[in-house]
């Protein structure tokens, strides 16, 4: 089992910047990919960002060159960095686990809200 508790969501004006954390617990070690997802109201879950074991990140068009995935394996959390902050990336974010049985977790989600 692995668990997950996002933070650091929040309100923010727009081109400002949040950090979110997720600190991950649990079967670490089955862990391959950690992404961020999103979901804004009356939208589908989407990927923003991911970074596998190995170090390689991804991230969503939308979101490029603005927000950074990163991880601290001594502290076992993800991060993400997101900068120039729009209204459209209001949303719950979550953070989420697959491991090497392609399971997913989740955890419990963040919101974040950009005001214009």
């Known amino acids: 089992q692995v668990q997950l508790v996002e933070s650091g969501g929040g309100l923010v004006q727009a081109g400002g910047s949040l950090r979110l954390s997720c600190a991950v617990s649990?079967?670490?070690?089955?862990?391959?990919?950690m992404s961020w997802y999103r979901q804004a109201p009356g939208k589908q879950r989407e990927v923003v960002a991911t970074?596998?074991?190995?170090?390689?990140?991804t991230y969503a068009d939308p979101v490029k060159a603005r927000f950074t995935i990163s991880r601290d394996n001594a502290k076992n959390t993800v991060y993400l960095q997101m900068n120039s902050l729009k209204p459209e990336d209001t949303a719950v974010y979550y953070c989420?686990?697959?491991?090497?049985?392609?399971?997913?977790?989740w955890g419990q989600g963040t919101q974040v809200t950009v005001s214009s």
């Open positions: 649990g079967t670490i070690d089955s862990i391959n990919v």
């Open positions: 970074i596998t074991s190995g170090d390689r990140t």
């Open positions: 989420a686990a697959r491991n090497s049985w392609s399971r997913m977790y």
